[in-house]
């Protein structure tokens, strides 16, 4: 085990903040994570997968555990599926273009999502009419109190719209180690109801789509709209679609008649947040190195040298004027560390 001493986290947080870590390690298999754990010199830990779903704010006085477990299996695949354990390690992305050259389809809609396999089911990914749990069989996760494993099935996960037991009352108590996914390996059922998706098929000329397409689709339509993490830093949606009352809704419409929605429960929608913020004159806004993404208003991005705290700060003030302006109030999707 080899722990380094005052690392830059900029490569290792999709925003490209550069905090720095006391101590860092890179673990590559579950003993040496387990031993990791166990070091008492270093009460301080903080679990890094994809780096994709967090603002760091400040340096990091303790142990960064970089999870670098990686590798893909196929447990066992028949005519119609295929079962396929992914180690928490492997880059999502380049996961769902295995998937694609096996011919296993159920993932393609999640194309182009930055992060890691083992953080996925945290916040249940979700793009395009899909969501991680649609493919979600179990995940193993290795327990930071007592380094035992432990499997989560699908049900125990709780899943919900960017949310689950992850994020919930198991936060912080547990690292997913690897993912359990089933996937059709023939026949496949595709999700092209996406406004977005059908538009983008037809501008391809493609009439009966296959995985591949849906991926190239999804792909396209993400690069349009969204800033590529190697080249802008960012961390995807920086708040969750907020879900209002029906009745605000009512009342917001006598002013605002294009607001959109979606029905989110018999009494209650969910509100784009990306519509509030641009309503809100934010969109494309930019503040020296840090600002408001000019084609997706809920995308905050990092031009350059950016602190985080700049970035916080800026958060909290559409925040502020959303709720003022709207009477509504908007929650990070991000961890802010
Ligand atoms: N909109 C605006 N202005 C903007 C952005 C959006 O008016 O700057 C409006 C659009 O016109 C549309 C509505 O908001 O009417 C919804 O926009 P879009 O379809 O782009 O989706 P979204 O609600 O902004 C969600 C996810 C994305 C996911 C897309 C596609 C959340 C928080 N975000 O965005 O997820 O890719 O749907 O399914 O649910 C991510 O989590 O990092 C992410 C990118």
Redo the contacts with the bound molecule.
Sequence with gaps: MHIEQDISLKPYNTFGIDVHAKHFVSVSDIEALKAVLKLEAYPNKLILGGGSNMLLTKDFDGLVIHINLRGIDIISKDHQSAIVKAKAGENWHEFVLWCLENGFGGVENLSL?PGNVGTAPIQN?????VELKDTFVSCEAMSVETQTLKTFTKEACNFGY?NSIFKQEEKGKYIITSVIFKLSSQKHQLSTN?G?ITSELEKMGVGSPTIQDISKAVIAI?ES??PNPNEIGNS??F???PVISKALFNELLQNFEDI?SYPASDTQVKV????L??KAGF?GKRFGDYGVHKN???VLVNYGNAKGSDILKLSKLIQKTVKRLFNISMEA?VNIL
């Design positions: 999502i990914i979700g793009a395009y009419g960017r996406y977005a993400r709209k969204l995807g949606s708040f969750k679609n959109p784009p947040a990306g519509w913020i641009e969109k997706q208003a809920l999707e």
